[in-house]
């Protein structure tokens, strides 16, 4: 009985040594030493259904871009630009030489409306008093094919739509002088011929000139118009022969070549022409020449014809294809 007591009492003391060492006691310290480290936040919770947010970079603030369309959505197709037709040429074309040069007739340039029905030219006329003649001249209107037999004007008609020929005028001392002249409407011209034309054009009487003759004192001075024939073969395009004789016998007068083109004609005057106009400097002459259609569109450059002004003569030339 003693040693089961001495148990009890055994197990009760160990209890309360062991009561009183575990905190409960007062001379337990009420708060932990504090740490010298700084307190940690601590984050907040995140719910695991929730991303965390990326930062966003500067231009995802943009919106986003549309798609390109293509032209014919975005630019609406313009209709084709359509171009004004081109005004066709009207009227007539028209060209006078004297023994001034080319143009220089104010008559003809300060007149208007000119064309093969009408056609500005002089009457030519005169009186004598005395021993001295006293010439008048009269502006009128002619229509071609016309000849004055008074010595005022003759006009020749080229197709149907054209004409040349030669009208007198008086200059400053009453004396009369030449004009030589030509026309025809502007639609009828071709001015892109074959670059390997064959052809050959032939006119009697397609020549008008004049030549410088002696008078009075020494002087020079233009009298009389003279005709010849015209004959030009065109081979490969260029003149392979060209030449103006004297009408019906065929004696050469003047040489044809070819220029920088086949619109432009040297005319030289041969050996015995020169000598038959001694003392007078004949040198060779530049024709710019200009080509017709017989009717417009045909394209078939039927006509030629141009002027020429050479140093001590001029005229005009005009011939037809064969």
Known sequence: ??????????????????????????????????????PQQIPPSQSPDKKPEQPQSPESGKKPE????????????????????????????????????????????????ISKDSIPVYNISFTRNGEKVINKKESVRVKAPVVNNEFSYELSLLGERGFFGYYTDLNENNNI?????????????NSVLPSDITATYKKKGGFLYTVAQMIGNGNLGYDGVFKSDVSIKFHNGKISQGEITYPNLGVKQFDIKQGSSVK???????????????????DKGVADIHYLNSSKGTNDYKYLVGSVKAENWYGVLAAEKQ
């Open 1 to 38: 009985m003693k040693d089961y007591k001495k148990c009890l009492s055994a197990l009760f003391l160990s209890a309360c040594l062991a009561a009183c060492s575990g905190g409960g006691g007062n001379n337990a310290p009420q708060n932990p030493p504090r740490s010298n480290q700084p």
């Open 66 to 113: 549309q798609p390109k369309l293509p032209d014919s959505e975005r630019n609406p197709q313009q209709p084709p630009k359509v171009e004004a037709p081109q005004v066709e040429a009207q009227g007539y074309f028209t060209e006078t030489v004297n023994s001034k040069g080319i143009n220089k007739d104010m008559y003809w340039n300060n007149a208007s409306d």
């Open 177 to 189: 002088f030449l004009n030589f002249a030509y026309g025809f409407d502007r639609t009828l011209e």
């Open 264 to 282: 432009q004609f040297i005319i030289t005057p041969t050996d015995s022409f020169l000598n038959e106009n001694r003392g007078i400097k004949l």
